[in-house]
């Protein structure tokens, strides 16, 4: 299974991004999508998921209403498009994969998660 995170970058305040998270060896439409973060010297956090459909998503206060997680399950892909950036936005970003199960309750955590992918990049700049 491989999870490749991609499209991060040097970016303005209030600039966009849109953030790529491709998966292989799995079959996608069976698995949550989660986008985590850490910051330089802070814990990873989480930012945004969406039910294996795409139907439903969660996102942290901090993000919602400026970041949109969305998926394509043709492409076994998710994506993460992060407007209106602001300089505490920056950080690694993480894609991960969770097996779809009531059991596991709300995919808001790193430990509901199964695969992550390598990270990428964004720094926003003031």
């Known amino acids: 299974v491989q999870l490749q995170a991609s499209g991060g970058g040097l970016v303005q305040a209030g600039g966009s991004l849109r953030l790529s998270c491709a998966a292989s060896?799995?079959?996608?439409?069976?698995?949550?999508m989660g986008w985590f973060r850490q910051a330089p010297g802070k814990e990873r956090e989480f930012v945004a998921t969406?039910?294996?459909?795409?139907?439903?998503?969660y996102y942290a206060d901090s993000v919602r209403g400026r970041f949109t997680i969305s998926r394509d399950n043709a492409k076994n892909t998710g994506y993460l498009q992060m407007n209106s950036l602001k300089p505490e936005d920056t950080a690694v970003y993480y894609c991960?994969?969770?097996?779809?199960?009531?059991?596991?309750?709300?995919?808001?955590?790193?430990?509901?998660?199964?695969?992550w992918g390598q990270g990428t990049l964004v720094t926003v700049s003031s």
């Open positions: 060896g799995l079959f996608f439409s069976n698995y949550v």
């Open positions: 969406i039910s294996w459909s795409g139907g439903r998503t």
């Open positions: 991960a994969a969770g097996f779809n199960s009531y059991n596991r309750g709300y995919y808001y955590t790193s430990d509901k998660y199964d695969y």
